[in-house]
């Protein structure tokens, strides 16, 4: 059974940076997505990036391009959400998701949709951007 935790969220005014991480365990299968998700209040979730855990593969939202970096550390299992130059419009409990397959090309497609794919979620953290 896969277990998420996120960790790295809280308060930094505008334009400041937080870097979010999530320690996975439990992998079972050959290759895993992991994404990072938000949720502001009110407004649907939407997908904010995704890679690839067996060879980097990424993608990043358009509203966040430019900005944030996901990365990842397949030695301890951890990704990594590097967020700079934040707005308040980033403010939204951060999620990360991870799904497996047996196919490297299923994971390189939900990485590129940013869809929900389903799979596991951790507990959440909440950035806040405001000044």
């Known amino acids: 059974q896969v277990r998420l935790v996120e960790s790295g969220g809280g308060l930094v005014q505008p334009g400041g940076s937080l870097r979010l991480s999530c320690a996975a365990s439990g992998f079972t299968m050959p290759y895993y997505a992991v994404g990072w998700f938000r949720q502001a209040p009110g407004k649907e979730r939407e997908g904010v990036s995704c890679i690839s855990m067996s060879d980097s593969n990424t993608n990043l939202a358009d509203s966040v391009k430019g900005r944030f970096t996901i990365s990842r550390d397949s030695t301890k299992n951890t990704v990594y959400l590097q967020m700079n130059s934040l707005k308040p419009e980033d403010t939204a409990v951060y999620y990360c998701?991870?799904?497996?397959?047996?196919?490297?090309?299923?994971?390189?497609?939900?990485?590129?949709?940013?869809?929900?794919?389903?799979?596991?979620w951790g507990q959440g953290t909440q950035v806040t951007v405001s000044s």
């Open positions: 998701a991870a799904r497996g397959s047996y196919y490297l090309t299923t994971v390189h497609t939900r990485c590129e949709t940013l869809g929900d794919f389903g799979g596991a």
